[in-house]
């Protein structure tokens, strides 16, 4: 007779961390797909829709190129 393994009890996950690691992961991949000009679909309100990349950029606030906005205006000559 076999006894099943025994599972760790839920008090040894973390479930912050692994939702703010899963999270970032999410983040990295939609901007590198948008960074190789390549539209990514998300289900909004469960609906599929495809993003471009610059709708992609602007969800995380960068502008259509996917670099961070400017914080103070360039020194002009």
Known sequence: MTVPPKLPSCAYYDLDQFTAVAQCAV????????RLGRSISVARDGVPVWLTPTEVFAQYGLDEHGNPPATSPRPTA
């Open 27 to 34: 983040r990295q991949a939609q901007l590198e797909y948008a």
